[in-house]
């Protein structure tokens, strides 16, 4: 059984920079795939990053391909993702989700979830 809450989220003008952290109680979490969506208004949940339980590989959409980082401290149980050069685009409820087996970039993929971070960007 795996707990998630995320923080970080907020408000912030397009340009800028947010760090979103997804805090994890589990004694396995440490062998856990980790991955952020991404959900607004109207629109279906979308795959944003995912990383491996050793932290060694990542993947990213493309959309923000180049502009987040996600990484992981497993003697912390956090998992980060690192926002930058953000855009209105970007404004969503962000999810972190943890799956023991498969993980991927389907939300169908992950059996723990957070409640989710609101992240809003500005013109």
């Known amino acids: 059984q795996v707990q998630l809450v995320e923080s970080g989220g907020g408000l912030v003008q397009a340009g800028g920079s947010l760090r979103l952290s997804c805090a994890a109680s589990?004694?396995?979490?440490?062998?856990?795939?980790v991955a952020w969506f991404r959900q607004a208004p109207g629109k279906v949940r979308e795959f944003v990053a995912h990383?491996?339980?050793?932290?060694?590989?990542?993947y990213y959409a493309d959309s923000v391909k180049g502009r987040f980082i996600i990484s992981r401290d497993n003697a912390k149980n956090t998992v980060y993702l690192q926002m930058n050069s953000l855009k209105p685009e970007d404004t969503a409820v962000y999810y972190c989700a943890a799956d023991s087996a498969r993980g991927g970039i389907y939300p169908g993929g992950y059996d723990y979830w957070g409640q989710g971070t609101q992240v809003t960007v500005s013109s």
């Open positions: 589990g004694r396995t979490f440490s062998r856990h795939y």
């Open positions: 990383i491996t339980w050793s932290g060694s590989r990542t």
